[in-house]
């Protein structure tokens, strides 16, 4: 991922003076509207260094994706390192926002310094740890019952929260040992994130539960595929298709943790307080999560070809929210 002309200088005068006549600037000319971000999300426009070196000054906060953006399973994407280490050399604070949910922040955090890029533990933004903030900011004393791996369980453990472990049901086979299971009296909270073994067993516990109406219904994120480019075509159904599956048989929606929902901003919020709509920029490889984000948010967005959607899959879309600002092409 490379942004045209990001090695762009702060320079010497006053920045509260640059950054206010580069909005006015840009508001005028970059595009030629007082709502210029419902227009550029109509409009895409190619990130080019000139529209790049007229966005910059008045930004103050890079929020950016992972998987996609910066790397592939174990691949650095080209240029990203380079490209955020820019960023932070120019002075602006930088935010990485996964809804990965198979791996803690602790996960994260090493794979950050495994490939090498500059970071800090409260520059990750990760949906299993923001659950169990959530979880703790509800005052959830119960035991949470969960459907996810050993990453989710870690983070829930680490808030002081208990819960079961990940792996098989027990009560998996016959229908009748379903009405046969043995439920926790004491559970307040059920919580989905990606779970390897999800099965018609783990349904009837969450939809139980799920029938107290003081339990809380938590989802780490509703992402609906894993979309990890695989050559054997095979689809690989993720948490949304879990979540899908339990509110339809509870009858309850759940609240969504990760993007883009608005529960994910509150939490952002509360680690970087001064982010606005007009002083941030949102990377994504992903127009239904990320871009949809940014855009819920205000902020301007940037889709990088280097993921899930190029600019040529913008020609198929109807919503303007699913349209981001701009768009740097790879080839």
């Not at 604070?93 to 800090?120: E, H, P």
């Not at 009560?171 to 099965?199: C, I, N, R």
């Not at 509360?270 to 940014?294: C, K, M, Q, V, W």
Request: charged letters at 25%; proline letters at 4%.
């Amino acid at each position: 991922m490379t942004v045209s002309g990001v090695g762009v200088k702060r320079g010497s005068c006053n920045m509260a003076s640059l950054r206010k006549a580069t909005v006015i600037s840009v508001q005028r000319g970059l595009h030629g509207s007082k709502n210029t971000t419902e227009h550029s999300r109509q409009q895409p426009k190619e990130l080019t260094k000139k529209l790049w070196s007229e966005l910059l000054p008045r930004l103050e906060y890079v929020l950016s994706d992972c998987d996609g953006v910066l790397w592939h399973s174990n691949l650095v994407v080209s240029g990203a390192r380079d490209t955020f280490r820019k960023l932070r050399e120019y002075g602006l604070k930088v935010g990485f926002v996964t809804n990965n949910s198979t791996k803690s922040k602790a996960g994260l955090l090493d794979k950050f310094k495994q490939m090498n890029f500059q970071i800090t533990p409260r520059e990750i933004f990760c949906v299993n740890n923001l659950t169990a903030s959530y979880l703790q900011s509800r005052k959830v004393k119960g035991r949470v019952y969960m459907l996810g791996t050993e990453a989710l369980q870690n983070e829930l453990e680490g808030a002081g929260l208990r819960c079961n472990p990940p792996g098989p049901d027990l009560a998996d086979g016959h229908p009748q040992s379903w009405l046969d299971m043995k439920m926790d009296t004491d559970v307040e909270a059920v919580v989905l994130g990606f779970d390897y073994h999800f099965s018609m067993a783990k349904v009837c516990r969450a939809c139980t539960y799920l029938a107290r109406p003081n339990c809380h219904f938590i989802a780490s994120e509703a992402d609906v595929r894993v979309f990890e480019k695989n050559s054997s075509g095979i689809v690989l159904p993720s948490t949304g298709a879990i979540l899908a599956a339990i509110e339809a048989a509870a009858g309850r929606r759940a609240v969504i943790i990760g993007k883009p929902s608005t529960t994910m901003i509150e939490m952002i919020r509360r680690e970087y307080p001064e982010i606005r709509s007009d002083n941030t920029l949102f990377i994504g490889d992903y127009l239904h999560t990320d871009i949809a984000f940014g855009a819920k948010n205000g902020f301007t967005t940037l889709l990088v070809e280097t993921g899930m959607h190029s600019r040529h899959d913008l020609t198929q879309v109807k919503d303007s929210s699913l349209k981001p600002t701009f768009y740097t092409k790879t080839s």
